[in-house]
Structure formats: C-alpha cells, structure tokens
C-alpha cells in the first residue's frame, strides 16, 4: 500500500511495537518494508509513436491529434495508465505529476505550431513550446519538461498541438508522453 511520509511514521510506531512480547514477526518486518518501497516508488506510463510520418491537420485550437500514439504501458495501472484508444495518460490518484513530451514535427517552411502538456483538455500555459517550422525533409525536435501538482485524481495527461494561424498540415513522429507519479513525502 502506498502512504505518504506521516503515515508511514505512523506504521513504524504502530507495527513495530517495543518487542518485548514477540509481537515484532518476519511477516510483519517484510509487509512494512514493502509498504516502505510502494510508498517511495514513481508509477510511470507512457505513450509512443516509434514511426514517423503521421500527417496531423490543426486549427488555432489545441487538440489531442486522434491515433497519434501507438503503443501504451504502464508500470502501475492502479495510479498512471496509460491508454492508446483514449490517446490519454490517466492520472488515478490525486498528486504530483512529472510530464515530459518529446516529438519530432515537420511542416511548411515558417508555419508556426505550438505544442503543450495538457490536462483534462486543457493546455498549460506554463508547458508549452512555440515552434516555426523549417520545412519539408528538415524536422523539428521539441522536448517539453513540466510538473504538475495537485492533478486530481482521473484527470487525462495529454499531448497538445494547435496551429498559430491558419489550418496547416503538420507530420509528427516519432513521439513520446511519459507521465510519472512523484512519491509523496508530506
């Protein structure tokens, strides 16, 4: 079971008795340590696209392109899955979060993209990455470091594109979300 720190304290004091009665078991030594290291332990999940080549039309509004990702895991399904149908990363308990996109996009010479972490549909304005693109046969790469704190739980972790202007035609792959619950130490 994962607890956060105070309660984690709290189960020393709680399970490990002074042992004067031999109430101190392996059993019971082996179920806290393993608690200790559920506790501590970051679920990650991911999305990819190992192709290239995926042509995404844009509007000036972000979207999560539809088939873009085709390959999903996920270390933990309990608290951070990952699901290639939804083209979503679904936060399953309520935390902090450590979002990084990494894509490879191409488009005409000039056009302008912009692409972001988003939540529940949602774009953060802090996570996004303003691209002008260099043309056909010459990618752009673009990697998006964010954390996001207090996602509640079932909220979507996604990948955003919109255009600057216009209605362009972008190629994205390949492309990766990772998402990673960050243990609660408080």
Do not use: C, H
Request: charged share 15%.
């Amino acid at each position: 079971m994962r607890y956060k720190l105070d309660e984690l304290l709290n189960q020393i004091t709680t399970r490990l008795p002074t042992n004067t009665t031999g109430a101190v078991t392996a059993q019971v030594l082996r179920d806290l340590l393993t608690d200790f290291v559920w506790s501590f332990r970051g679920a990650t999940a991911y999305l990819s696209r190992a192709a290239a080549g995926m042509a995404v039309p844009l509007t000036t509004v972000f979207q999560v392109p539809a088939a873009l990702f085709d390959t999903a895991y996920s270390v933990d399904n309990s608290e951070n899955e990952a699901a290639v149908g939804t083209q979503n990363i679904v936060a399953k308990v309520t935390g902090s979060y450590e979002v990084t996109i990494s894509a490879t996009i191409e488009g005409a010479v000039n056009e302008e993209v912009i692409v972001a972490v988003m939540q529940t549909g949602v774009a953060n304005t802090l996570f996004q990455q303003r691209v002008q693109l260099l043309g056909a046969g010459k990618p752009n790469t673009i990697d998006i470091q964010a954390l996001l704190t207090g996602v509640p739980a079932l909220a979507s972790i996604q990948f955003g594109i919109r255009a600057e202007t216009g209605t362009p035609s972008v190629t994205i792959g390949p492309v990766a979300l990772i998402s990673r619950l960050i243990p609660t130490r408080t």
